[in-house]
């Protein structure tokens, strides 16, 4: 199977042959191929034993080049979007670059039309992939050996092109730590990637059951030409044996697979330079507990819960009893505990866990799936709201303020939490991002990461501030960006002697301990004068 497969399904149905529309994914379970699964950044010493076998990231040539590849309708593209979106990753399409071949002055179309004919040209010069798929076809309808002669030709003129622009792409990208290439058929061109400049590879997989049920929901799609797509790809048995990475896209719920593809950003990343003398370029503010309470949003929730559930969800109101109907994914150690296994991944996304809550009750006691989803957006409506009603009477006057500032910083939110963007806090902040925006939660590195492609800021460029020695302080610094520790909403904050403790390993120019709130912004003032008296 080689390049003129791409071809030969992009001919099939006429559009990009491995784009992946909307679909109920399942699990993105992504896993090193060790047979271990991925370290979670879940205390203070895994954090500090994964930056530890991360090499310092130094500016390169080229970047560390991440090749994605997998069969049609397993996820793919689900993945190199959320790559740009959310991580601010480059990600070269080898689809869209034959696809530019083959566009009016392309590199592909003089050559094309020289080996099967001017007829296979559209009237604006370009190739009509419907009257080329005929024309290969047709020598399909002569034998066998007649059509591999053909692919072999079309592949001599289409592979060298997307090569090339392969290459540029990464040349143009030199300056960044990562790019990707998403390649439907990686392994079928590339039998060894890093010959062509692919560091690591990333499958995308799920069940054949699953992928048949997603394919033929396109359109244009049949089993005949399902199974003829199938063919010219390698099976998922060996592309997933040869992957440095696995991502199994069988789950349900989405919140699955951004979990999976943050802990591959956080495998792949290396940890920069500490350099107290890194210009500040924006601050990200922790929300829960930092700028406002959560007691009162949490207590909101519960109400709303008892209020809708028994109209929404009878049946499992009734078996309930007054009962918690998310204890079995809050309290790990409960008797019913739902997080575990493939459900584990959804532990960064409280309403994902809610909403897994709901529908194991839903489906056992026989209440509809679709009031399932009613009562979860009440739900994050509702604590949403709450959260904002109850932001502390500082919190606008501190944003102001450190807008304020030298330097036009930018200033966001980056929260484990699951509560919207609302009301003037949203107004006043250049990015808000969710635990379940990322797929991680902090103090993972890949909610920083988040954060830097957001604000367009290296992490040694950004200022973190929470109240979470954990989650905010640690987290920070262990991904090489400046952390302020603040005390709780409710004024309850670490002795001197934990914090001391617990930070003494870090440059103390990175860190900084506020009585309050109001406080921060002349910490950042004092920083941001420390850089000019330095320059």
């Known amino acids: 199977v080689s390049l003129a497969a791409i071809v030969s399904c992009l001919l099939w ?61 397993m996820g793919k593209s689900a993945m190199t979007e959320q790559l740009r979106t959310v991580f601010g990753i480059a990600v070269h399409d080898a689809d869209a670059a034959v696809h530019r071949s083959y566009g009016p002055g392309g590199g592909a179309v003089a050559k094309v039309a020289e080996a099967f004919g001017e007829s ?68 079928e061109t590339m039998p060894d990637p890093r010959e062509h400049g692919v560091d690591k590879v ?16 396109r359109p244009n799609m049949s089993e005949d030409k399902l199974a003829a797509i199938l063919k010219r790809q390698l099976s998922n048995d060996d592309r997933t044996s040869r ?23 956080e495998r792949l990343y290396r940890v920069p330079d500490r350099r107290p003398s890194a210009e500040i370029r924006c601050v990200s503010l922790d929300l829960d507990d930092t700028l406002w309470p959560t007691k009162p949003a949490i207590e909101a929730v519960a109400a709303t819960s008892a209020e809708l559930l028994p109209t929404l969800l009878p049946k499992t109101a009734e078996a309930l009893n007054g009962e918690n109907p998310y204890a079995c994914v809050i309290d790990r150690n409960h008797p019913r505990s739902l997080v575990k296994g493939d459900d584990a991944r959804l532990a960064h996304d409280f309403t994902s866990l809610r909403r897994l809550a709901l529908r194991t009750r839903a489906l056992e006691h026989g209440d509809p799936l679709e009031n399932v989803e009613t009562l979860v957006e009440a739900i994050v409506e509702t604590r949403s709201r709450v959260a904002v009603e109850n932001l502390l009477p ?136 420390q850089e000019d008296d330095s320059s």
């Open 243 to 265: 992957a440095d990475f696995l991502v199994d896209t069988s789950h349900a719920d989405k919140a699955a697979a951004k979990h999976q593809l943050a802990q591959v950003i």
């Open 120 to 187: 296979v040209l559209a009237p604006d010069k370009s190739i009509d992939r419907k009257k080329l798929s005929a024309a290969l076809q047709a020598k399909r309808d002569i034998s066998q050996e007649e059509a591999t002669r053909a692919f072999a030709l079309l592949e001599s003129i289409v592979h060298p092109l997307v090569t090339r622009d392969r290459q540029e792409f990464i040349a143009q990208n030199s300056e960044k730590w990562l790019c990707a290439v998403d390649i439907p058929l990686l392994y």
């Open 394 to 529: 500082c919190a606008l006057h501190v944003v102001d303020e450190i807008r304020s500032l030298p330097g036009n910083l930018t200033v966001g939110a980056l929260t484990n939490g699951n509560a919207r963007p609302k009301g003037h806090l949203a107004d006043s902040l250049d990015f808000w991002l969710g635990a379940p925006d990322v797929g991680a939660q902090k103090p993972s590195i890949a909610a920083f990461l988040a954060a830097s492609a957001r604000s367009d800021a290296p992490l040694a460029s950004i200022v973190h501030v929470g109240d979470s020695i954990r989650d905010d302080v640690l987290g920070a610094l262990h991904a090489g960006a400046r952390a302020i520790l603040v005390p709780r909403a409710d004024g309850k904050k670490p002795t001197d002697d934990d914090v001391h403790q617990l930070l003494k390993d870090f440059d103390p120019r990175l860190w900084a301990v506020a009585d309050s709130l109001q406080d921060v912004p002349a910490i950042i003032s004092r920083w941001l004068q």
């Open 13 to 73: 149905r006429g559009v990009s042959a491995f784009s992946v529309r909307a679909f109920p994914v399942r699990a993105l379970s992504v896993r090193a191929l060790s047979g271990r699964a991925f370290p979670r950044t879940t205390t203070t010493r895994t954090t500090k034993v994964t930056t530890r076998r991360m090499a310092e990231h130094v500016t390169q040539k080229r970047p560390l080049v991440l090749g994605i590849t997998g069969g049609i309708a």
């Open 202 to 217: 990333l499958v995308v997989s799920c069940s054949s059951e699953e992928q048949r049920r997603r394919a033929l929901k």
